[in-house]
């Protein structure tokens, strides 16, 4: 038994302790503080070996995906390469190889074009020249990949006119003294010339420099959306209907006697809210004189800025959809007295209004009136210092003061809450009272859709006329939508 499991037994034996003196309208018996106050010598000495294990099992499926993703593009990229087809579009739109070699080939029938007999699928040195140079690029700005291409360590210390120069040295066959005896410019407008040419080695290096800057900088931006919504997948831009809700909605079973007949049930079904992707996206390029002036800073800094950027405006419009509190699918507030997930005043952070939204949570029904399970086990919450010092009395302390001024058991004592706190919460409210937010993890009330579940940017070379630089769109698709508000409820909160 790991040390995660041994901290849950340990912590679900404290609550059984404490759910039974509450249901017996006592305090714990000398036996029942005694076993507690072991149990918690336990957990103490149990948590920091249960939080490692956690976090060396996340680090592990966090490296086993990248791994996976840098074979994915390696293996699309050599497959690519041998028919002569762009890589990016299915590098960014996250096909799987199986389903990139189907794609070629179902090309390959519909233009006639015949398949190549003897095909290499290894890696040839056109390849293994761009990776090194794209890796070489990647370390000379800062973002060193954790698998390098061999012989990346050469390209990074050169310049990207040393890189052009490189590329159109192989490309022309002429020598290399002849491109170097250019000035700059002259070097850019014959790169320039090249930049739409599909088997041109400098602009395919930017590329995948470009591709590689924009899923670091996208997997390390500081969001918190995700973990209080659900990723969801749309394979178009059409509104999508559909029917019966996330949790409820249909009959209960029914006894059935010694040869008895089985009744049939009829099917209850209501409209789930409608859910749609919307593209956002901009332009960005690297100009002419980016390029004279060698700004290696340019594939560092601006296309992951955009990636961020992305990321960034998909987290606020999560908590704007929660703050703004619009009318949803039903025509009423997402929060409000008719869903039954709205305190009627705000409150800061304290025992009490933990209940009461508790109270509210557990107490929910489907759109039938039947009872539905909801677990409590996360707070969406403003940055706030006075939070966080309450929230330790709240959850750490032991024992409460009661109205008798005695000291009795506190029955939110090592609850197990995920806390969620963001800065957008505190712009969004700005001086006016700050909301926040009680909810089950296991049932999130907001989806955040993706095209084709691709949730990485998309970035492609593109063409600008009277535009000087090399240029490149940058788009993403997602929609945002309430699917479910029985499973959070709402604090107005105070004034921070």
Avoid at 122 to 140: I, P, S
Avoid at 261 to 270: I, N, P, Q
Avoid at 303 to 319: D, L, M, S
Avoid at 373 to 388: G, K, M, W
Wanted: charge should be negative.
């Amino acid at each position: 038994m790991n040390k995660r499991e041994q901290l849950r037994q340990k912590l679900q034996r404290q609550q059984a302790i404490l759910a039974a003196a509450r249901t017996a309208g006592r305090d714990m018996t000398e036996d029942e503080t005694r076993e507690f106050n072991s149990l918690q010598n336990d957990i103490e000495a149990l948590r920091p070996e249960a939080d490692a294990e956690a976090e060396a099992e996340r680090q592990a499926q966090i490296e086993a995906a990248r791994t996976a993703e840098r074979q994915r593009v390696t293996d699309i990229t050599t497959l690519c390469r041998n028919f002569n087809v762009d890589a990016s579009q299915y590098i960014t739109g996250g096909q799987t190889v199986d389903q990139v070699r189907t794609a070629i080939l179902d090309g390959m029938i519909q233009n006639g074009t015949p398949a190549r007999t003897g095909v290499k699928v290894t890696a040839d040195e056109t390849d293994k020249f761009r990776a090194a140079a794209a890796d070489g690029l990647m370390t000379r700005s800062g973002h060193t990949p954790a698998a390098p291409a061999d012989g990346s360590r050469q390209f990074a210390g050169m310049s990207l006119r040393d890189i052009g120069i490189e590329c159109l040295t192989r490309e022309t066959g002429k020598s290399a003294s002849d491109f170097m005896r250019m000035s700059a410019d002259d070097l850019y407008t014959e790169l320039a010339r090249a930049f739409h040419n599909p088997s041109a080695s400098f602009p395919a290096i930017m590329d995948t420099a470009i591709n590689k800057s924009i899923v670091h900088a996208y997997d390390h931006a500081p969001t918190t959306f995700e973990k209080f919504t659900r990723k969801g997948t749309l394979r178009d831009f059409k509104r999508t209907d559909g029917h019966n809700y996330l949790i409820g909605g249909v009959g209960d079973l029914l006894l059935v006697p010694e040869n008895g007949e089985l009744k049939a049930d009829t099917h209850k079904e209501e409209m789930l809210p409608q859910r749609k992707l919307d593209t956002y996206g901009r332009q960005f390029s690297m100009s002419r004189q980016a390029f004279i002036n060698d700004d290696i800073g340019f594939i560092a800094t601006v296309p992951g800025r955009f990636a961020q950027a992305a990321k960034r405006t998909i987290n606020k419009q999560c908590y704007q959809l929660l703050y703004n509190n619009a009318a949803v699918f039903d025509g009423k507030a997402f929060f409000s007295a008719d869903h039954k997930n709205l305190l009627t005043t705000g409150t800061g952070m304290t025992s009490a209004a933990i209940k009461a939204m508790r109270q509210k949570l557990r107490t929910q029904t489907d759109q039938f009136g039947e009872a539905i399970t909801l677990t409590p086990n996360f707070l969406i919450l403003p940055v706030s210092e006075q939070y966080d010092n309450d929230l330790v009395s709240i959850f750490m302390s032991p024992t409460i003061q009661t109205t008798e001024n005695t000291q009795a058991a506190n029955p939110l004592y090592r609850q197990n809450y995920d806390i969620i706190e963001d800065n957008t919460l505190n712009v969004l409210a700005g001086s006016n009272a700050c909301p926040w937010f009680m909810g089950d993890k296991g049932v999130p009330c907001v989806k955040v859709d993706y095209l084709n579940g691709n949730e990485t940017p998309n970035v492609r070379r593109s063409e600008k006329a009277r535009t000087l630089g090399f240029i490149w769109d940058f788009w993403l698709d997602w929609g945002i939508t309430a699917t479910d508000f029985r499973s959070m409820v709402k604090n107005p909160g105070v004034a921070l």
